[in-house]
């Protein structure tokens, strides 16, 4: 049962700034509300002010640059980024991971600013955006900042905002030349969340030979969404072989932080890792010997 | 000239228009002056003595109206096989001790729903908590906790099917295989929640609003357990978002809000949450198997001993259906000349298991049909050719159960081993496997004591050719009302749209037993065609005094002409003989009257279905994951009467029976249903549904009205052991744990591999 | 609690609501508008029984606060037809026997109609994504990917 709340809606992000630092802990921030709804009638989030966010003009946007790369505005709604023809050339895995985000119905009114700080580690975003290195801008009402979206999350539905803070913008540097981003999730029934997912990143030098930059990023598999390192580093350096790729899927699976529950055991969640990142090394290595 | 000028012909659903418009007011929907809003508080424990229960500050919180506790009622302990009083062992609202966690302890009625709910925190029950068992071959143990005082070892009912002599056959057989089972619970999932707007009023007249199966078995059991009288009670149902057999006891919404609402005199409206759903309403029956087979070198079967014990739950419910049809359809649907079934069904302190769709012959084919592919691989026959050898036939009698009197199993087979060979050969990884199963169409044996026909139908026709057609039977999207309406009209000779369906409610319909176990189409069907006829008799009384026949001419009406059958075109507009009749009759309408009731029909059903499925599937052997690719049935049930429901049938139970066979499925900790939600509890979508095709086989069942059975609920039957049967032709390995999750394939995948290195 | 304005237009007509902040677009919908065709039947917008087409994409109308939708249209499945004619996936619907129950149809209905409203000419595949927020116990979806393909294939043009 979602308990009564007084219902701000602040007609600018300034305005929704002031606000936060207003109410404090009191308050919490609604975008679409596709998470937090469900939060608020199960009573486990019972906020005294909620403060609107949805139809901020500040914070729609998708934007690109040639030299700063792809800018989304926290309540860009996840249907917008799906149907960005600019995300479509640029960032096509972004468009992969959202067709299979939950429902359309979800898509067309949830933000990917909302998403992202409901930090979910079963999130579909949180593991691509940070195979893509992208940074996170945040602000309060005196100021803003901006920090690698890897250090967004910190625990299980905890992220690094402080109290009075608001994410505002995500931003995606330009791919590097011979860089290719994949991502899978794998589930029983489609668009449900994952039981693991996995995204990666690969980028070969200019000869498409060896590895020059790796990042895999495992989802539902640890608190929060994990960067692999160790695997990674192994494939740094490196020409492809199905001998380094056993070892580096193999390490991957030894990183993860699974938990048992009732959809899968630890170990077959740590076993999908496994799976997963073979087989998207293997497709990221792929499609970055073709890329320009 | 078409057989049929109605039946078996694609048309409307008669309640499509109000269900594309949202005009269908389903009791969810229900809205009353002064209605007040009722919610349930449950017991956290699966085990525990009530000792005391302070309603007094719920009572308090401004807008609550009244707080109901076991106390407030008759303390009648029920359950719906009426005829065995030791079996009626549930209050609903418990008044000295809970058996399962979600039991009602109290109620609650308020003026809106969000403070009902709060006042539900307010009610401080002081809880004596007992020692619980959730495991039947536990429960059974010497010293294990007693549920209830006169079942010993926590035995609730015992079954035993017994013909010929199976150590007899074991001694005769070639092969003998033992195998062992795990079939899971599942929840019906219907769309609509239990709900009920009940509204007593100052007549001491009773109306409850509500989604049920069986508007009929809801009337009795609220008069028993409320103390009125039957007809004093009216259950409306016009319109039941699904049903599955979840609905056609009396649930916790119905009895509370019934409480309620004569404490208050104002209607209450209690609506289960999804939660509650899941936890506090039933279940399918859980079952572990044990199965014991022996067969010729040659395939033929000789004996089947079969020992089940099945996880009751905390109350009886109607899980001693569930207990004997498992029994029953074990055996089917091949000819074994010695059998022998023993179950057992035990409480535990865990949500009751009842019925659901296929009623314990889903587990039962499952299991069944899981070991007879083994079996064929031992040997190395066919898996067609195994089933073709031992099936079973019209004319063949189930030793002292069952006359099968139509059955195209042979037909089916020949069907679907068309469409095998016709898929060639098949990529890695990929692999078909087939089940065959039969049904019945209704039940014969009357547990419910009713004193009524098992079904009954009236027809009265107008002035203007009008018919108004009254059934009992309930439609909860089967289809039931436009396939009584097509019974109606292809008997009278009458089109659609000249019916007017009235159903569900009990002031107006007769009395129906209701729609379960696929009683409906036959004996609904049957008793609509007998009033159907008789009204025709009399119509054609008149019309034989018009046309002046020679007397070794019939008549008939078919399409509105009644006519000599010889010579069709000397005849006269049913419009017209109406007139006539009615007036040549003292201005009365004409009134037919329907019943039916199996007598002298064998132990279980009057008719059974038959057919065989082919699942075609996909595995990933990194990941165990099952991908459906297509689902072939081919299906007798007798007369087709209305195809789009039969493939509507067919489709949606397939989405339910693989889901039963690969991702369903509700595990517990101490008793505590661990995913009582549609994000965890994973039912099948659109993605991924397979191709289906159905391919109708007819035969003519002399029991069933135009010569049909039931379809619907039997086809819920194979999909389960078709999918076992195709992971073990894909991927060589046999799951007999259901649900199939990839990781029990992967588990078996590895396992087989372990293997063959060894 | 104070209520707060709501001003929201529904199958076309324009109604000015007083509600308490926390209610949710769908308790708006039935309760306040009595439209009851739009249903609810789980807590974790998971079904999909409630969607309504708002601003014309549709919807899970149970995970919308109401005051979000301050000067939205929203289309409900009583908005679909004109009197007596009903829309090309209304009647597609009948043809196909695309329902059994009834009681997933209007989002089933609401969620096809965005889907055609945005693509007229879905494939198969699409359709069946379309609808993967949709649960329905009883039909097994195919008669209603029939349904939607067959509006998508112009076989249902709107009627006069």
């Given amino acids: 049962m979602i308990r009564d709340f007084v219902y701000l809606g602040p007609s600018c992000l300034k305005e929704a700034l002031t606000f936060l630092s207003e109410y404090k802990d009191k308050c919490k921030i609604i975008g679409g509300g596709q998470s937090l709804l469900i939060l608020m009638r199960q009573g486990l989030v019972s906020p005294e002010y909620l403060i609107d966010i949805k139809h901020l003009k500040e914070l729609n946007h998708i934007n690109f640059d040639s030299k700063e790369g792809l800018k989304i505005g926290a309540t860009t709604t996840h249907r917008a980024i799906e149907k960005s023809s600019l995300i479509k050339e640029h960032f096509p895995v972004l468009i992969k991971m959202e067709q299979n985000l939950a429902s359309i119905q979800t898509r067309n009114w949830g933000t990917i600013g909302g998403n992202l700080a409901h930090a979910d580690p079963a999130g579909d975003p949180g593991p691509v955006l940070i195979a893509l290195n992208a940074t996170v801008k945040i602000a309060n009402k005196d100021r803003e900042r901006t920090m690698p979206i890897e250090e967004f999350f910190l625990d299980y539905f ?135 | 000239m078409k057989k049929y000028s109605v039946i078996n012909s694609p048309v409307h659903n008669i309640d499509g228009i109000a269900k594309v418009t949202g005009r269908a007011t389903y009791a969810f929907d229900v809205k009353l002056p002064s209605m007040l809003y009722g919610k349930i508080l449950r017991s956290p424990y699966p085990h525990a003595k009530i000792l005391n229960i302070d309603t007094s500050k719920a009572e308090r919180l401004n807008g609550v109206k009244a707080v109901v506790t076991g106390k407030d009622t008759l303390g009648i302990k029920q359950g719906i096989w009426r005829r065995f009083k030791e079996l009626c062992d549930e209050e609903i609202l418990s008044r000295s001790k809970v058996r399962y966690i979600g039991e009602p302890v109290a109620a609650v009625a308020a003026v809106d729903e969000d403070l009902a709910e709060e006042a539900l925190d307010l009610i401080e029950v002081e809880y004596e908590p007992l020692a619980a068992v959730f495991d039947p071959v536990e429960a059974i143990k010497e010293g294990a906790p007693q549920l209830h005082e006169n079942a010993e070892r926590n035995i609730n009912v015992t079954r035993h099917i017994e013909w010929g002599d199976v150590e007899e056959g074991f001694k005769e057989a070639d092969y003998i295989r033992e195998d062992w089972f795990r079939c899971s619970s599942q929840h019906h999932v219907c769309m609509e929640t239990h709900n009920a707007v009940a509204s007593y009023t100052p007549d001491r007249k009773l109306t409850v609003w509500t989604s049920t199966q069986s508007h009929y078995y809801i009337q009795v059991l609220l008069a028993w357990t409320l103390g009125l009288r039957e007809n004093d009670i009216r259950v409306i149902s016009r ?12 649930d916790s919404a119905q009895f509370c809000a019934s409480l309620l609402s004569m404490k208050l005199f104002r209607p209450v409206k209690i609506v289960l949450t999804r939660e509650e759903e899941f936890i506090a309403t039933k279940r399918r029956t859980p079952m572990f198997y044990y199965l014991r087979t022996g067969v010729k070198k040659d395939g033929t079967f000789l004996a089947k001993e079969g020992r089940v014990f099945t996880e009751g739950g905390a109350y009886t419910s109607m899980g001693a259906t569930a207990l004997y049809l498992t029994g029953f359809f074990q055996a089917f649907p091949y000819v074994w000349p010695n059998y022998r079934y023993d179950g057992y069904r035990v409480y535990t302190n865990t949500e009751p298991s009842s019925a659901m769709r296929g009623f314990g012959a889903p587990q039962a084919t499952f299991a069944a049909e899981t070991q007879i592919d083994l079996i064929a691989n031992d040997l190395g026959i066919d898996p067609i050719e195994i089933r073709r050898k031992n099936a079973m036939y019209a004319g063949y009698e189930v030793p002292g159960q069952a006359w099968i009197q139509s059955c195209g199993l042979r037909e089916c087979l020949d069907k679907v081993e068309e469409w095998i060979k016709s898929r060639g050969k098949l990529p890695l990884n990929r692999g078909i496997g087939i089940a065959a199963y039969g049904f019945m169409s209704g039940g014969i044996f009357n547990w419910f ?59 107006i319909c007769p009395v129906d037993l209701g729609a379960w176990g696929s009683r409906e189409t036959l004996m609904q069907g049957n008793a609509v065609k007998m009033a159907s006829a008789e009204a025709k008799q009399q119509i054609l009384e008149f019309a034989a005094a018009k046309l002046a026949p020679n007397i070794v001419y019939d008549l008939d009406i078919k399409d509105r002409w009644a006519h000599l059958i010889a010579r069709p075109e000397r005849g006269i507009s049913y419009y017209d003989v109406v007139i006539e009749a009615i007036r040549g009759r003292d201005g009365q309408p004409i009134i037919g009257r329907g019943h039916y009731t199996p007598h002298r029909k064998g132990m279980i059903s009057p008719a059974y279905s038959f057919g065989v499925q082919a699942v075609e599937a996909d595995i990933d052997p990194d990941t165990g994951k099952i991908s459906l690719i297509n689902c072939v049935t081919a299906h007798d049930c007798g007369q087709v009467i209305n195809p789009l429901a039969v493939e509507g049938q067919l489709e949606g139970a397939i989405a339910m029976a693989a889901g039963y066979g690969f991702t369903e499925d509700l595990p517990m900790d101490e008793g505590k249903i661990l995913n009582p939600n549609l994000v965890d509890y994973k039912v099948l979508r659109a993605r991924e549904m397979p191709e289906t095709k159905v391919i109708e086989v007819e035969t003519y069942e002399p029991e069933g009205p135009f010569g049909a059975k039931e379809a619907g609920e039997g086809l819920t039957n194979p999909t389960a052991g078709a999918l076992s049967n195709a992971i073990f032709h894909a991927a060589g390995v046999s799951i007999k744990n259901l649900p199939i999750t990839p990781e029990k394939v992967l588990n078996a995948l590895r396992e087989k591999d372990d293997k063959k290195e060894q | 609690m104070e209520k707060k304005l709501l001003r929201l237009t529904v199958n076309g007509e324009y109604h000015e609501l007083y509600i308490k902040p926390k209610k949710l677009l769908v308790e708006v919908l039935r309760d306040e508008l009595g439209l009851t065709g739009t249903k609810r039947a789980c807590d974790t917008a998971s079904c999909g029984a409630c969607t309504v087409l708002l601003n014309r994409v549709a919807v899970k109308s149970c995970s919308i606060l109401a005051m979000q939708t301050d000067g939205a249209e929203v289309i409900t499945v009583e908005g679909l037809a004109n009197g007596a004619k009903l829309s090309p996936l209304q009647r597609a619907f009948l043809d196909y026997g695309a329902y059994q129950c009834g009681f997933c149809t209007a989002g089933m209905l609401m969620t096809a109609t965005g889907l055609l409203n945005e693509n007229p000419t879905p494939t198969k595949e699409e359709i069946k994504e379309g609808i993967q927020g949709n649960i329905c116990r009883c039909t097994g979806y ?3 990917i029939r349904a939607i393909k067959a509006v998508a294939e112009g076989k249902y043009k709107e009627e006069e």
């Fill in chain 3, 142 to 144: 195919n008669s209603i």
């Fill in chain 1, 158 to 292: 905890e992220t690094a905002l402080e109290e009075g803070e608001l994410l505002l913008e995500i931003q995606i540097p330009v791919t590097p030349p011979k860089t290719a981003t994949v991502y899978e999730k794998f589930n029983i029934i489609k668009n449900e969340q994952a039981i693991v997912s996995v995204a990666a990143s690969i980028t070969l030098d200019n000869n498409g030979l060896n590895c020059t930059d790796a990042r895999i990023v495992l989802g539902a598999a640890a608190p929060i969404p994990k960067r692999v390192k160790e695997a990674e580093q192994m494939l740094v350096g490196q020409k492809l072989n199905d001998g380094l790729l056993d070892q580096v899927c193999k390490k991957a699976s030894e990183e993860a932080e699974p938990v048992a529950d009732i959809h899968a055991t630890e170990e077959y969640r740590r076993y999908l890792a496994q799976v997963l990142t073979k087989k998207m090394v293997k497709n990221a290595w792929k499609q970055a010997e073709v890329s320009a």
């Fill in chain 2, 239 to 250: 319109y039941t978002g699904g049903g599955f057999g979840s609905k056609f006891e009396l």
């Fill in chain 2, 449 to 507: 004591d009713t004193p009524y026909a098992f079904s009954s139908a009236m027809v009265k026709v107008n002035i203007d050719g009008k018919v108004d057609l009254y059934i009992g039977s309930q439609d909860m999207g089967q289809g039931s009302n436009t396939t009584m309406a097509m019974i109606c009209a292809e008997e009278l000779g009458i089109r659609l749209e000249d019916i007017r369906l009235h159903m569900g409610d009990t002031d």
